[in-house]
C-alpha cells in the first residue's frame, strides 16, 4: 500500500496503471480537482469568447450599418485567430511551460474583452475579436494537455471531461448575460451600448482566470522535459505520495524515450507521402468537418438572430437561448456518461439522425413563421426553440464530445501529432467558413421570399444525413483499441466494406477486458 496523503479529507482509493491488484492509491482529490479547475476556467473563456457574440452581433450589424458578409465576417474571424492560436500553442507550451501559457492566453481574453468593447472602428473590432481567437486556440489545447499531465490514469477521463463542461458552462453563462443585460432596454441603447457591456462582461472572468493560474504548479511533465525533476517530484508528491512521484517520473521519462523515436519514424516514413496517413488523416478531417457541417454552431452563435426574426422580439429571442445552452450542458454530462458505455459509432449515428430531425422541425416553423406576428409570432418561436432544443440534446450527447475523442483517438502515435493537426485545422476552417456563409444565406432576398430563412436549415439536415453514411462507411468502433494497433484497425474498415463498423478487433476486447480488471 502506497504512503497516504493527509493533506486533505477528501480521498478516495483508484487504481493506478501498472499496479497490482492489491495495490492501491489515495489521491489528493482536493488539491488535484482545485489546480485541474482552474485550468478549466481556459476552457470557460473559450465558451464564454465564443458564445458572447450571439447576443451582440444584432447591434454591431446595426452600429457598424454591415452587409451580410460583413456580419459573417464579426463573426467568423474569430477562427482565424483559433487556427493561429492552435498552431503556436504546442511550441508556447513546450518552450514557456503550461502554467506561463495559460496565463498569456488569459491575457490575451481580457486584451481582446477591453479592445473589442471601446472600438469605434469594424476593423479594429475584427483585429481584437482575432486576439481573442489565439487565446481560444491556445486555451483549447493547453488547458486539457496540463489536465491530462497532472492528472493519475485513474482520474484523467474525468477530470478532463471538466474541459468540455467548462466550455459548455461559460457558453450557458454568457447566454444569461446576454439576456440580463438586453432585457427592459431599447434598442437604441443596445446599439450605442449594450454590446459593448456584453462583450466587455469577458473581463472579469479574464481576471479572475489570471489571478488564480499563479497558484496552481507547472506541469510535471513539462518540468521533467526541462530536467527540473525536484520540482515535478514535489507536485507528484502532493498528488498521490513519494511511490507515486517516483513511479510517475519513470514513465514521463520513457513516454518522452518513445515520443522521440515516434518523431523519429514519422520523418523516416515520410507521413506525408504515405497512403496510409492520408486514408486515417481524411477519415478523421471527415469527422471534424461533419461536426462543424451539423450547423451546432449556428445555435452558438446566431440563434438569437434566428429566433428574433421568429417572433419579432428581441429579448424573447434571447430568453429562448438560453435554454439551448442549459440543454446542451446537460446533453454534455449524458454523453460523457455514455461515450465509454454506448461507443464512439453508435452514439454518432444516433446523433446525426436526432439532429436531423431537429432540424428539420426547427426549419418547418421557421417556414411557417412567415407572415406572423404578436402572440403567434412567440408561439411560433417556441416551436422553434423546441426544433433546436432536440437537435442539440442529440448533437451533445454524440458529435459534441465524440468527435472530439476520434480524432484524438484514430492515429497511431507516430501520426497523432501531424494528424490532429490536420483534422483540428479543417475543424476551424470549416468553422469559419459556415460563419461566414450563413448570413449572407439567411439575407439572400431571392431565398428569404421563397423559404423565410429555412433553407441553411435544410442544407444541414442534408449534411447530417452524409455524416451519418460516412461514419457507417468510413469510421471503425475504437472503443478500446489499443493505440498499438489503431493503423491495422482503421485501415481494415476501408479496404473491408463489409467490416461492421462496431465490429472489435481481439485487441479491443482484451482491451476492454483489462479495462474491466
Known sequence: MWKKQRTTNITSTFKVTGATMSECNSFNLRFLLSICGVAAIGGLLFGYDTAVISGAINPITEYFDLSPAGTGWAVSNVAIGCILGALISGQMASRFGRKLTLMIAALLFTVSALGAAVVDSFLWFVIYRMIGGVAVGVASAVSPMYMSEVSPSALRG????????????????????????????????????????????????????????????????????????????????????????????????????????????????????????????????????????????????????????????????????????????????????LMDRVGRVPLLKIGAVGAAVGLSITSYYIYAAKGLSGEAAITAGYLTLSGMLLFMIFFAISWALGAWIVISEVFPNHMRSYGMSMAVTAMWISNFLIGQLFPILLDNAWLQEHFNGAFPMWIFVACMFVAFFFVSRYLPETKGVELENMEEHMLSRVNTPSHHPDSETVSSKKSRSLAAD
Not at 507521413?271 to 451539423?294: C, H, K, M, N, P
Open 158 to 337: 474525468r477530470t478532463i471531461g471538466m474541459q468540455n463542461f467548462a466550455i459548455v458552462f461559460g457558453q450557458v453563462v454568457i447566454f444569461i448575460i446576454n439576456f440580463l443585460i438586453a432585457k427592459g432596454t431599447s434598442q437604441a441603447w443596445l446599439v450605442d451600448m449594450g454590446w459593448r457591456v456584453m462583450i466587455g462582461s469577458e473581463v472579469i472572468p479574464c481576471l479572475l482566470f489570471c489571478l488564480v493560474s499563479l497558484l496552481i504548479p507547472e506541469s510535471p511533465r513539462w518540468l521533467v522535459m526541462k530536467n527540473r525533476d525536484a520540482e515535478a517530484r514535489a507536485t507528484l508528491c502532493k498528488i498521490g505520495g513519494h511511490a507515486y512521484a517516483d513511479r510517475c517520473i519513470q514513465d514521463i521519462r520513457a513516454s518522452l524515450s518513445a515520443e522521440r523515436l515516434s518523431r523519429q519514424r514519422a520523418t523516416e516514413d515520410h507521413l506525408l507521402r504515405s497512403r496510409r496517413f492520408w486514408i486515417i488523416t481524411g477519415i478523421a478531417a471527415g469527422v471534424a468537418v461533419l461536426q462543424q457541417l451539423s450547423g451546432v454552431n449556428i445555435m452558438m452563435y446566431f440563434a438569437p438572430m434566428v429566433l428574433e426574426r421568429v417572433t419579432g422580439d428581441n429579448e424573447s429571442a434571447m430568453f429562448m437561448t438560453i435554454w439551448i445552452g442549459v440543454v446542451q450542458l446537460i446533453g454534455t454530462g449524458i454523453g460523457a456518461f
